[in-house]
């Protein structure tokens, strides 16, 4: 493995750069025990068609992580375009501070892992694989369910919508 330099990009014009990759913005959701968490993740993506893979990444530092790391299930809900403010929510706030799914309406689907109600799509994954990558680990999850609860638009992207810090 070649070691590689660190960017000498300037941080600003990649920050900037990389809020331009389409990404959907979607809720994470995961369940240990009684206990439910989740997150936003702007890294979701499709990786397979058959089987019918996806990959989401999630940084270590956050509680969703611990989580995910002794569950066999988990799912992903791909927010309307209205429902910026779950996605707020779920990116600025920790399970360590607030239980985020009493606050947003939501179903339990397979054993009772939580998923956003009204939602552009939502899919429940089994745990198909775990790497590392850098700060944060993928999850491969294969699809075992799939709804489309609303027809409203999905957020198309993680941006001026969406930003933690209003950009």
Do not use: N
Not at 58 to 63: A, L, V
């Amino acid at each position: 493995m070649t070691d590689h330099p660190k960017s000498s990009v300037e941080k600003e014009i990649l920050d900037t750069a990389l809020r331009r990759i389409p990404a959907p913005v979607a809720v994470i959701g995961a369940r240990q025990g009684d206990v439910l968490g989740g997150l936003t993740a702007a890294w979701v993506t499709r990786v397979s068609i058959d089987p019918v893979l996806i990959l989401v990444s999630i940084g270590h530092e956050r509680y969703t992580y611990e989580m995910m790391k002794g569950t066999t299930h988990f799912t992903v809900s791909v927010l309307a375009d209205d429902q910026v403010p779950a996605a707020r929510l779920f990116g600025l706030k920790s399970r360590r501070e607030l239980d985020k799914w009493a606050q947003v309406d939501h179903d339990l689907l397979g054993e009772g892992i939580p998923a956003v109600r009204d939602c552009a799509a939502r899919f429940l994954c089994k745990v198909q694989d775990v790497f590392r990558t850098g700060d944060h680990d993928c999850f491969v999850g294969e699809v075992v369910t799939a709804e489309t609860p609303s027809d409203r638009p999905a957020l198309p992207m993680r941006g001026a919508d969406y930003a933690p810090d209003g950009r």
